[in-house]
C-alpha cells in the first residue's frame, strides 16, 4: 500500500511563528505536492516538487515555501503564521512526469493560527 | 479563475438510488479526469479516473463520463450506500503537469437509509 504520511494531525500556533510541515513518502515518487483545503474552495495547490531540490510554485504559493532534500521527504514552511492560514493541509505524491496518474494523499493536518 | 467547477455544494439521496455528480472544465489543455472521496479528518482517496480519449470508465457501482465537447464529466454512483456518504472531488491535470492537479469545490452527498 502506498502511503503518505505527515507528521500531525493537528496544530495550533500563534501568530507569527514559523511552522512546519512534514510529509514522507514510501513509494518512491517523483512528485509531491502541497494542497491546502478550504470549505467551498476545495484543494487548492501551494507548491509541488517534481525531483528532489526542484520545487514549482502552485496557485496560491504566498506566505509559504517548500524544502525538498531527500526523495521521499516534502516540507511546508510558513515563515510568519496568520490567522488566515487556519486550514486543513493536505500532502500527495504521485509517480511519473507526464500526469496521467492519480496522487496518493496523506491524511492531512489541521492547523491552526492564533 | 476556477478552471474546475462543482456547481452543487451537497446532494442527498436515498440508499439504493442513483447519485449523479457534476463536473464542468474550463481549460481545453486537461485531458485526465479523476474523482476523489473525502471524509472528514481524513484525506482524500482516489476513486476512478477516465482519460480525454474514452468517454466512459466504470469500476463496480461508480462509473465516470466524461463529454469533452460539453467540458463536463460526472460520477454516478449505482446504488448508493450510506458509506458513500462524504465529500466528493472532482480534479483534472493536462500533459506534462508532473501529476499536478487542479481540483473542484466539492460536493458533500449524504445518502439516507
Known amino acids: 500500500d502506498v502511503k503518505v504520511t505527515q507528521s500531525s494531525r493537528y496544530l495550533v500556533k500563534r501568530t507569527g511563528e514559523k511552522v512546519f510541515l512534514e510529509c514522507v513518502q514510501d513509494?518512491?515518487?517523483?512528485?509531491m505536492f502541497w494542497y491546502r483545503q478550504d470549505p467551498g474552495l476545495g484543494l487548492r495547490l501551494i507548491y509541488f516538487?517534481?525531483?528532489?531540490?526542484?520545487?514549482e510554485k502552485g496557485d496560491i504559493p504566498e506566505g509559504y515555501s517548500v524544502s525538498r532534500e531527500k526523495k521521499e521527504r516534502f516540507s511546508l514552511i510558513l515563515e510568519s503564521a496568520s490567522t488566515n492560514q487556519t486550514s486543513m493541509y493536505l500532502c500527495?505524491?504521485?509517480?511519473?512526469?507526464?500526469?496521467?496518474?492519480?496522487?496518493?494523499f496523506g491524511q492531512g493536518t489541521r492547523l491552526t493560527v492564533v | 479563475d476556477q478552471q474546475v467547477k462543482q456547481n452543487s455544494p451537497s446532494l442527498s439521496v436515498q440508499e439504493g438510488r442513483i447519485s449523479i455528480l457534476n463536473c464542468d472544465y474550463t481549460?481545453?489543455?486537461?485531458?485526465?479526469f479523476l474523482w476523489y472521496k473525502k471524509y472528514p479528518a481524513e484525506g482524500p482517496t482516489f476513486l476512478i479516473s477516465?482519460?480525454?480519449?474514452?468517454d466512459k470508465n466504470e469500476d463496480g457501482r461508480f462509473t465516470v463520463f466524461l463529454n469533452k465537447s460539453a467540458k463536463h464529466l460526472s460520477l454516478h454512483i449505482v446504488p448508493s450506500q450510506p458509506g458513500d456518504s462524504a465529500v466528493y472531488f472532482c480534479?483534472?491535470?493536462?500533459?506534462?503537469?508532473?501529476?499536478?492537479?487542479?481540483f473542484g469545490q466539492g460536493t458533500i452527498l449524504t445518502v439516507h437509509p
Open positions: 500527495a505524491s504521485s509517480h511519473g512526469y507526464r500526469g496521467y496518474t492519480e496522487a496518493f
Open positions: 513509494m518512491d515518487h517523483e512528485n
Open positions: 516538487s517534481y525531483d528532489v531540490k526542484m520545487k
Open positions: 481549460n481545453s489543455m486537461f485531458d485526465y
Open positions: 477516465i482519460s480525454s480519449i474514452k
Open positions: 480534479a483534472a491535470s493536462g500533459g506534462t503537469s508532473y501529476g499536478k492537479l487542479t
